[in-house]
């Protein structure tokens, strides 16, 4: 299996432009994370899914921040409009059932807004 | 929901010597404790985790310790080497939520040669 694979691997835009981050779970997985990673705050959880319906949104910071998971196999994160304060890393990961409870990681979007 | 706290925030040792990093939690229902291991530009990767049936796991150089009654558990790193240079994350899951993992700030270990 290729592991999770997110993409772009880097995005650099201008403030105010909308962006899109892509995720493709590792097949058979059932749950999907966002997670947005600072240097200030760390790893923060954005958003969860399970059997593509979100499960908890509560770490999304605001009306600007949207996830879809359309299907089994990918995932978006948008944000519009974006601001010099979302730059970070986001990454996405994945786990199964069966009680195995570990989060496989995918390489990660670097985010600069300009 | 779950409170993870970790500590110390960073953390330097001398080749060779040993590492430990501690982490609490709220929720005493939780019964998955795992540990990742994020390098440099790199993305966090589990390296050892343990379940609430057992009180201490061991992987060559690496072991964790539980102790459900304090409600901590603690990362242990012997014969440290440079490659082990990281951050460290705890991690433990919020029952309401099954598969969500709430995860402490982080430990950043620096290996000195």
């Known amino acids: 299996d290729a592991g999770v694979i997110q993409s772009p691997r880097h995005e650099v835009t201008e403030m105010g432009q909308e962006v899109t981050l892509r995720c493709k779970p590792i097949?058979?997985?059932?749950?999907l994370f966002w997670y947005r990673q600072t240097m200030m705050r760390g790893l923060e959880l954005l958003i969860y899914f399970n059997n593509n319906v979100p499960i908890d949104d509560s770490g999304m910071p605001e009306d600007r921040f949207s996830a879809k998971m359309p299907n089994a196999s990918f995932s978006t994160l948008k944000i519009q409009p974006s601001e010099p304060r979302d730059s970070a890393v986001y990454f996405c990961?994945?786990?199964?059932?069966?009680?195995?409870?570990?989060?496989?990681f995918g390489p990660g979007t670097r985010l600069t807004v300009l | 929901g779950e409170n993870v706290e970790q500590h110390p925030s960073t953390l330097s040792v001398q080749e060779g010597d040993s590492a430990v990093i501690k982490c609490t939690y709220s929720d005493s229902a939780s019964n998955y404790f795992p540990w990742y291991k994020q390098e440099l530009g790199k993305r966090p990767q589990l390296i050892i985790d343990i379940r609430s049936n057992v009180g201490e796991k061991k992987d060559q150089r690496i072991a964790v310790t539980l102790n459900k009654t304090a409600k901590h558990f603690s990362l242990h790193i012997t014969e440290t080497q440079p490659e082990d240079s990281a951050v460290y994350f705890c991690a433990a899951p919020d029952m309401e939520y099954g598969n969500k993992l709430v995860f402490g700030a982080g430990t950043i270990l620096r290996v000195k040669s």
């Open positions: 990961a994945s786990n199964g059932v069966s009680g195995d409870n570990e989060q496989f």
């Open positions: 097949s058979g997985h059932n749950s």
